[in-house]
């Protein structure tokens, strides 16, 4: 109900549905417990297993080949700027965030680390929007292959930030290369390896399949046992899900394997915003008011700039120079999983650090979905929303 009556606003379902989840949440209506929500965790997971799929199924290695210069600056230079600037202006004013510290030991970690978690892209709001609107085109292209790159940069980041902040948090001096580097390449090693896996397994048992619903089980099925596999080694199982769906749909002549998940693709999304909305929670806006604010608002500009000047660069069409920076702002669940890693690493900080990034999250899982929405549409990208056909939504 929250997703159609936004749609008749002209805003994106997904906000809806993540506002329905905030009206639920327990510091709302409290309509449902605190206790339940953290039993629903393995919904999302699977939610975002199945969402990671998709998205790798949207990526056709011609287009990647012929988008491959324009991928790879933006993406490099839309997470360093982001990187680069939440750095920059959280460590220059750690002391309005944190009244006792010191710069290097308190203000430039946390801000460090902050700045590399910034990286990361939700996956799961792009999607949803993308497919909402049946958008297709070089804005859509880049834009699906920078998010679903943006987690390994995000991972790696992240490591390099912990593994410099550690020593300087402890007043040591000396620097592990292995836990800045080595051990995230071996974990995007292992969740690609997986992926992989389970790609030539799907591959395999769907030619053994006659009827489509029983397709449709063993594609869920798939993706709920690798979802499973690499939440229990503790890697990213976003990476090794885009990785299923880019074999899959490069590998498989026709679309059956994903045309069969689209009978159920809208309550997985429903499902899935609503959680997210699910963990509002008034108090943090409170406690981590000014350091969310500055995430948002730092974040926003370095991603912006940066893919702007990545676009640039690489000589990228009008459109992606233009409204591509507008939609890489989501950010969810990889942020909140390389936080929650944060907080037991740097117990100094880490309650405020994940604080500030949970209200960040929330703030952006409101106000975001419309930006991408304007920006798929200013491109002329968007086709029809099948649930608003008929209603004059039809675009070129």
Not at 227 to 253: D, E, Q, W
Not at 263 to 289: M, T
Not at 372 to 395: N, S, V
Request: charge should be positive; aromatic fraction near 8%; proline fraction near 3%.
């Amino acid at each position: 109900m929250g997703g159609l009556a936004l749609g008749k606003l002209k805003l994106p379902r997904i906000t809806g549905y993540i506002i329905v989840g905030v009206l639920l949440s327990p510091s709302l209506l409290s309509i449902i417990p605190k206790e339940t929500i953290g039993n629903l965790d393995v919904i999302t997971e699977i939610a975002l297993g199945f969402i990671a799929y998709l998205i790798g199924g949207s990526l056709y290695w011609a287009q990647l080949q012929r988008l491959a210069k324009s991928i790879i600056w933006i993406t490099l230079l839309q997470s360093l700027g982001a990187w680069f600037l939440v750095t920059l202006v959280l460590a220059i004013s750690g002391h309005l965030i944190i009244t006792n510290g010191t710069f290097w030991q308190t203000y430039f970690p946390l801000a460090f680390i902050v700045g590399a978690i910034s990286c990361a892209t939700a996956p799961a709001a792009t999607m949803a929007i993308i497919r909402q609107y049946k958008a297709k085109g070089l804005l859509t292209t880049t834009l699906l292959a920078v998010v679903a790159l943006d987690d390994a940069v995000a991972v790696i980041a992240f490591a390099i930030a912990s593994g410099i902040s550690q020593p300087l948090v402890g007043g040591a001096s000396n620097i592990s290369f292995y836990q800045m580097l080595g051990g995230p390449f071996l974990h995007i090693i292992e969740s690609i390896a997986i992926g992989i896996v389970f790609a030539v397994a799907l591959i395999y048992v769907a030619k053994l399949v006659r009827t489509r619903e029983l397709l449709l089980v063993v594609v869920l099925g798939m993706i709920m046992l690798c979802t499973g596999i690499t939440n229990y080694l503790g890697i990213s199982s976003i990476l090794a899900g885009m990785v299923v769906g880019f074999i899959v749909v490069n590998k498989v002549k026709g679309a059956e394997m994903f045309l069969v998940v689209e009978k159920i693709e809208d309550v997985v999304y429903a499902v899935f915003f609503v959680l997210a909305g699910l963990h509002f929670d008034l108090s943090v806006l409170k406690v981590a008011g000014i350091l969310a604010l500055l995430i948002v608002v730092t974040r926003y500009t370095g991603k912006y700039m940066g893919a702007r000047a990545g676009a640039r660069i690489s000589h990228a069409p009008d459109s992606v120079k233009r409204y591509l920076g507008l939609a890489l702002l989501p950010q969810a669940g990889v942020a909140m999983g390389l936080v929650l890693l944060a907080e037991h690493s740097f117990p100094a900080f880490g309650a405020i650090m994940l604080n500030g990034v949970l209200a960040s999250v929330i703030i952006n899982e409101v106000i975001t979905p419309p930006l991408t929405k304007y920006a798929i549409f200013k491109a002329g990208e968007a086709g029809i929303d099948l649930h608003e056909k008929g209603r004059g939504t039809a675009t070129t």
